[in-house]
């Protein structure tokens, strides 16, 4: 099952902009977690953030968690063409992850 | 988007069995599964790629004489762990999809004692 909603669906921007994805979920977490997909291959993890973190930075990437809101949001800063991939949330609350239903990102030169 | 559903969601076995996990695609013919594991409040490990009709490619470090997997038909792949250990003992997962579409499965909860 996926719980977790992400916003938007599909998102298209030119190198050199951000992006930005949000997640939203419905349940209490121990922690979340942002992984990409390259077509046609295997996820790749990107950032942990645990429930008593608020943000989290890894390079480019800046990701934050609103407990409150139940929501998590995903900024890619000065994109490039390589960052073209789907990400997903996913949640883990203790029994094992949720995964959201992904953001499809296109970053064209 | 495509429906998957894995069995069993849960399961308790003994060191030195084995339990197989099924995956199926309800509604998408896939080609490609994916199989991760998760370790409590980690992040997920791709494990292998499940491709229909030939043998799957493990990632480095997945022993693949230990973690059988077979993709038989488009809906079904299945992931048997062999003489299972405590340290095996983890959540298993498996996705299909093409390109940049990506459907989970619930997951799979596997205890060994």
């Known amino acids: 099952s996926q719980q977790g909603e992400e916003d938007p669906q599909a998102l298209s921007i030119q190198e050199g902009e951000n992006a930005t994805m949000n997640c939203s979920y419905k349940t209490s977490i121990n922690n979340l977690q942002w992984y990409r997909q390259n077509s046609g291959r295997g996820l790749v993890h990107l950032i942990l953030i645990r429930s008593n973190e608020r943000e989290k930075h890894s390079g480019r990437l800046r990701v934050t968690l609103d407990t409150s809101k139940k929501s998590s949001s995903l900024l890619i800063t000065a994109s490039r063409a390589a960052d073209t991939a789907s990400y997903f949330c996913?949640?883990?609350?203790?029994?094992?992850?949720?995964f959201g239903t992904g953001t499809r990102l296109q970053v064209f030169p | 988007g495509a429906v998957v559903s894995q069995h069993p969601s849960r399961v308790i076995c003994k060191s030195g069995t084995s339990v197989k996990i099924e995956c199926r695609s309800l509604d998408f013919q896939a080609t490609t599964m994916f199989w991760y594991r998760q370790f409590p409040k980690k992040s997920l490990m791709l494990m292998a790629t499940?491709?229909?009709?030939?043998?799957?490619?493990?990632e480095q470090g997945v022993e693949k004489d230990k973690f059988l997997i077979n993709h038989a038909s488009l809906t079904l792949s299945t992931l048997t762990v062999t003489s299972a250990h405590p340290e095996d003992s983890s959540f298993y997962i498996c996705?299909?999809?093409?390109?940049?579409?990506?459907?989970f499965g619930p997951g799979t909860r596997l205890t060994v004692t």
């Open positions: 996705s299909v999809g093409q390109l940049y579409e990506q459907y």
């Open positions: 499940s491709n229909e009709g030939s043998k799957a490619t493990y």
């Open positions: 996913a949640t883990d609350g203790g029994e094992g992850l949720i």
